[in-house]
């Protein structure tokens, strides 16, 4: 089998406050022969408010990113769902437009930058699913999870516009189960699961986000989750970070541990919780570790 | 070929209808075959009780959109054999988000009150104005929110509105910017500030539903990217989503990256900053406290700070333009 080499793009939320994912992701990476390359000038994709700003600075800033993957030779791997979603409308529209990639390219120039067009934009989650692939993922599973009860939480960016990602179904997606199941977990199926987070409003419209938030995790756990793994740091940071805040305005109890995709399949290939950087979830996942 | 179907059936003027339920059908199914096909089938020969509507059968009228196995469709347009393999059952419910008054058949009246908030038709300024020429590109920016055939396919999947009913939601925005990017409208700044106000085009949460499950391609999402985009350039920013913008369009040009700890400051304010103290002091105790970034710029920033100064350049170039026509 060829290499898996990739240039990686952990997104800004995991280079700061989801720090836990990104040094996960070279931990689980690193133990399955997938290679990961730096991106050292690689600027932020703008998570969508870039869009909201300017189309054309969007795309243009993309293309930067793209740029920087192409000079690698390497497509993108990245462990955001936004980042994922945000890049890849903006390839998928360069794509398909030569003259947004023409105009573009003039843009580049007065930075001394090209953008041929080629990048491919992939999900780690992606790449364990396919270009890994289960077969060879569960054959390097040390510590199977012993059908812990999962509640994958795709959130909306792995899945949407199913044109531009090109990759799951977005209707009856199939990927982050089939990662559960290599790695031993029993998966908790529940309507939310390929539904919003509430995460892009939560510093405009809170109280929408907290419900949002919480309305999830209460499926779940309804659905008699033990714990919730996400592709998304955003999703984590929601699910996690608010869940608190989420137990408040709907007076429930929740308690729900909410894992990276990484931690998840890191425990299974027998990496030790306090490598991977449990102890900043702001739910704690002892009941789930023990 | 034999396919079975279940409808959920509710009407709250029978004893038994009441409470909602889910009735069997059974229809023989021909290749092509579509769902409403089988649906007046099945109230032409089987049940005349069962309620949907329906209008054009050919995806003009946008009459009978319904959820198929989950998810918002037009009946018309969505083939009974081919839906019916992929997920080994056919399951018609009514749209979301709205209302039940009997079986499929939804109340529509909020809908409409949505659009009817938006003004939906042109303004032209009020002297008589001398002919405004179209140009082609001036109609593309506006050609796919043109496409809406108002079926409430995107309302009904939008993650937004299942929470904040308030909303004014995807369809009633896509509307809003046909009308605010027609070159011939000329109150598109009062609309943009009163799109800006509560659940306005802020209250989106880019779910992107709305562009999976429009069955006529009009991504209202991207209709409500480029209303943000114009009520930005109009300067209307007293809002936490417009500061929300700003501070991100900031933060990248500084350091080329997002810097959470100044996107939360800009975007609330002084004093609703404070209140995030406690939150942020348990964020702390977990080390995920997001800190300024001070000095970590990306390598090269330079590139990025020279692409803006382009992209200014030719937005200022475009607006001097458009004055002088």
Request: aromatic content about 6%; overall charge neutral; glycine content about 6%.
């Given at each position: 089998?060829?290499?898996?080499?990739?240039?990686?793009?952990?997104?800004?939320?995991?280079?700061?406050?989801?720090?836990?994912?990104?040094?996960?992701?070279?931990?689980?990476?690193?133990?399955?022969?997938?290679?990961?390359?730096?991106?050292?000038?690689?600027?932020?994709?703008?998570?969508?408010l870039l869009t909201d700003y300017d189309y054309d600075l969007y795309i243009a800033l993309n293309a930067r990113i793209f740029a920087e993957a192409e000079q690698m030779g390497m497509d993108i791997l990245t462990i955001c769902s936004t980042c994922l979603m945000v890049m890849s409308r903006a390839a998928f529209d360069l794509r398909n437009s030569p003259v947004l990639l023409e105009k573009t390219n003039k843009v580049l120039a007065k930075a001394g930058l090209h953008y041929s067009g080629s990048t491919k934009v992939k999900h780690l989650l992606w790449v364990l699913a396919k270009d890994l692939g289960v077969v060879k993922l569960s054959g390097m599973v040390e510590a199977?999870?012993?059908?812990?009860?999962?509640?994958?939480?795709?959130?909306?960016?792995?899945?949407?516009?199913?044109?531009?990602?090109?990759?799951?179904?977005?209707?009856?997606?199939?990927?982050?189960?089939?990662?559960?199941?290599?790695?031993?977990?029993?998966?908790?199926?529940?309507?939310?699961?390929?539904?919003?987070?509430?995460?892009?409003?939560?510093?405009?419209?809170?109280?929408?986000?907290?419900?949002?938030?919480?309305?999830?995790?209460?499926?779940?756990?309804?659905?008699?989750?033990?714990?919730?793994?996400?592709?998304?740091?955003?999703?984590?940071?929601?699910?996690?970070?608010?869940?608190?805040?989420?137990?408040?305005?709907?007076?429930?109890?929740?308690?729900?541990?909410?894992?990276?995709?990484?931690q998840m399949v890191g425990l299974a290939l027998g990496l030790r919780a306090t490598h991977m950087g449990m102890s900043r979830h702001m739910v704690s996942a002892e009941k789930i570790l023990r | 070929m034999k396919i079975d179907l279940k409808i959920r059936r509710f009407n709250p003027s029978t004893k038994t209808g009441r409470e909602p339920y889910y009735q069997a059908y059974s229809v023989e199914a021909s290749e092509g075959m579509t769902v409403l096909?089988?649906?007046?089938?099945?109230?032409?020969?089987?049940?005349?009780?069962?309620?949907?509507?329906?209008?054009?059968?050919?995806?003009?009228?946008?009459?009978?959109?319904?959820?198929?196995?989950?998810?918002?469709?037009?009946?018309?347009?969505?083939?009974?054999?081919?839906?019916?393999?992929?997920?080994?059952?056919?399951?018609?419910?009514?749209?979301?988000?709205h209302t039940v008054l009997k079986d499929l058949i939804v109340d529509f009246?909020?809908?409409?009150?949505?659009?009817?908030?938006?003004?939906?038709?042109?303004?032209?300024?009020?002297?008589?104005?001398?002919?405004?020429?179209?140009?082609?590109?001036?109609?593309?920016?506006?050609?796919?929110?043109?496409?809406?055939?108002?079926?409430?396919?995107?309302?009904?999947?939008?993650?937004?509105?299942?929470?904040?009913?308030?909303?004014?939601?995807?369809?009633?925005?896509?509307?809003?910017?046909?009308?605010?990017?027609?070159?011939?409208?000329a109150g598109g700044r009062?609309?943009?500030?009163?799109?800006?106000?509560?659940?306005?085009?802020?209250?989106?949460?880019?779910?992107?539903?709305?562009?999976?499950?429009?069955?006529?391609?009009?991504?209202?999402?991207?209709?409500?990217?480029?209303?943000?985009?114009r009520a930005l350039e109009e300067d209307i920013r007293d809002n936490h989503g417009a500061k929300h913008v700003d501070a991100?369009?900031?933060?990248?040009?500084?350091?080329?990256?997002?810097?959470?700890?100044?996107?939360?400051?800009?975007t609330l304010g002084f004093l609703r900053s404070l209140g995030m103290i406690p939150f942020g002091l348990k964020m702390e105790m977990h080390g995920k406290m997001p800190h300024p970034h001070l000095f970590s710029q990306i390598k090269e920033i330079k590139e990025v700070r020279t692409i803006y100064k382009e992209i200014e350049r030719q937005k200022n170039k475009k607006a001097k333009d458009r004055t002088k026509d």
């Open positions: 089998m060829k290499a898996l080499k990739y240039a990686y793009y952990p997104g800004c939320a995991s280079q700061e406050i989801t720090k836990e994912s990104n040094s996960t992701t070279r931990l689980v990476t690193a133990k399955l022969g997938i290679e990961l390359h730096d991106m050292p000038k690689a600027n932020c994709c703008g998570a969508g199977p999870l012993g059908g812990l009860k999962v509640a994958p939480f795709y959130g909306c960016h792995s899945l949407r516009p199913s044109d531009a990602l090109g990759f799951d179904d977005p209707e009856r997606p199939w990927s982050l189960e089939a990662v559960l199941k290599a790695i031993g977990a029993e998966v908790v199926d529940y309507t939310g699961k390929t539904k919003c987070c509430g995460f892009q409003v939560d510093l405009v419209t809170e109280e929408t986000a907290i419900e949002m938030t919480g309305t999830r995790l209460l499926d779940a756990k309804g659905q008699g989750a033990e714990c919730i793994v996400t592709p998304c740091p955003f999703c984590h940071i929601n699910l996690d970070n608010y869940q608190a805040s989420a137990e408040k305005q709907l007076e429930a109890d929740i308690k729900l541990p909410v894992f990276h995709l990484a | 096909e089988a649906l007046l089938e099945i109230a032409g020969k089987q049940d005349p009780t069962l309620s949907f509507r329906r209008s054009c059968r050919s995806s003009i009228c946008g009459s009978c959109a319904v959820k198929i196995n989950g998810f918002t469709k037009l009946a018309c347009n969505t083939q009974i054999i081919p839906a019916h393999q992929k997920d080994k059952e056919l399951v018609l419910e009514p749209v979301a988000n009246d909020p809908f409409w009150k949505k659009m009817d908030k938006v003004k939906p038709y042109l303004m032209p300024a009020e002297k008589r104005a001398k002919e405004v020429a179209v140009t082609q590109e001036d109609a593309a920016a506006i050609d796919d929110a043109q496409k809406c055939i108002m079926c409430g396919s995107c309302n009904s999947e939008c993650n937004a509105l299942e929470i904040e009913k308030r909303y004014l939601g995807p369809a009633a925005l896509a509307k809003a910017w046909r009308l605010v990017g027609d070159v011939r409208e009062n609309r943009l500030g009163r799109l800006s106000d509560d659940h306005g085009i802020w209250d989106c949460v880019r779910c992107v539903h709305c562009v999976e499950y429009c069955p006529k391609g009009v991504a209202p999402l991207t209709a409500i990217e480029r209303l943000r985009a991100m369009v900031d933060s990248v040009k500084k350091v080329g990256r997002l810097d959470e700890a100044a996107m939360t400051f800009k």
